[in-house]
């Protein structure tokens, strides 16, 4: 995401963000205060990201920003989780216990079928479809803790598929003290 410099003068896009607001007043009205279901947060986090999380919305439904609304409400949670001293979030460390599960009877590298992925951690969550949106977070994840880059994933019939090695898995485990699921 890039930023203005600190000696950059916002004033033109305050301005525009203010015509902005007042042009689809009702649209960011109603994503800011009548949709709780946007807004996860709470205390000093709800109010620094509300108005981002309306906007965010806003931005996808009326001008079809895919994906954005996603981001930012992910980077929300992040940061609150951060200001709380959790280091992974539910659905990454749900992501590390599907996976842990899915090659607990592997030896060195594993293919997933992400498809495969996501429906595990759906059930490690008790998401609904809905509820999982679009599972292109899991990949971010996938990215984010190293374990996938594009020499250890392919594309095949049935979507993607992405070559974990089980022992760099529980490493990652045991440096972000996630647990293990008994089946």
């Given amino acids: 995401m890039a930023c203005l410099p600190p000696n950059v003068d916002g004033s033109e896009i305050r301005h525009q963000l203010y015509t902005l607001a007042l042009t689809y007043f009702e649209a960011i009205h109603r994503n800011y205060f009548d949709r709780p279901d946007l807004h996860k947060l709470h205390n000093r986090s709800g109010e620094l990201w509300s108005p981002l999380v309306a906007l965010a919305a806003f931005f996808e439904e009326e001008g079809g920003v895919t994906g954005l609304l996603d981001a930012i409400s992910e980077a929300a949670l992040w940061d609150e989780q951060m200001s709380?001293?959790?280091?992974?979030?539910?659905?990454?460390?749900?992501?590390?216990q599907a996976l842990e599960l899915m090659t607990?009877?592997?030896?060195?590298?594993?293919w997933i079928k992400a498809a495969e992925l996501r429906e595990q951690v759906r059930g490690l969550l008790g998401y609904s479809e809905e509820q999982m949106g679009a599972a292109q977070w899991i990949v971010h994840i996938l990215k984010r803790m190293q374990l996938t880059d594009p020499a250890r994933r392919k594309h095949h019939v049935g979507g993607q598929l992405y070559a974990v090695q089980r022992t760099e898995l529980l490493d990652i485990m045991r440096r972000y003290d996630v647990a293990h699921i008994e089946s």
């Fill in 84 to 96: 709380e001293g959790k280091a992974l979030s539910d659905r990454e460390e749900a992501v590390l």
């Fill in 104 to 110: 607990r009877n592997s030896v060195g590298e594993m």
